[in-house]
Nanobody, 116 residues
């Protein structure tokens, strides 16, 4: 059974750091495009970072230099290290797996709140 479970969100002061985790089961993250998305209330969900099979990655412009996506294939977990957080980073963060046999998969999300 395919499942994605995010964790690591919370309340942090501006300039602080958080590390989000996305634990996957039912498939291997190393074989699929994995993404972190975020959604601010009233706005569309947007891509934060992409982890590509083989280890390459991309980050949205707002994330470059502050966020870093990575994967631990042995643990089957994708991470998002977020440093120098800003209040505008406050959002629900979701992980996503593309192109599984059962279709795309989403986690339930983890809330990040950055206070000024």
């Amino acid at each position: 059974q395919v499942q994605l479970v995010e964790s690591g969100g919370g309340l942090v002061q501006s300039g602080g750091s958080l590390r989000l985790s996305c634990a996957a089961s039912g498939f291997s993250i190393k074989n699929y495009y994995m993404r972190w998305y975020r959604q601010i209330p009233g706005k569309e969900r947007e891509v934060v970072a992409i982890l590509i099979p083989g280890g390459d990655y991309h980050h949205a412009d707002f994330a470059k230099g502050r966020f870093r996506v990575s994967g631990d294939n042995a643990k089957n977990i994708m991470y998002l290290q977020m440093d120098n957080l800003k209040p505008e980073d406050s959002a629900m963060y979701y992980c996503h797996a593309e192109g599984l046999a059962s279709g795309d998969a989403w986690g339930q999300g983890t809330q990040v709140t950055v206070s000024s």
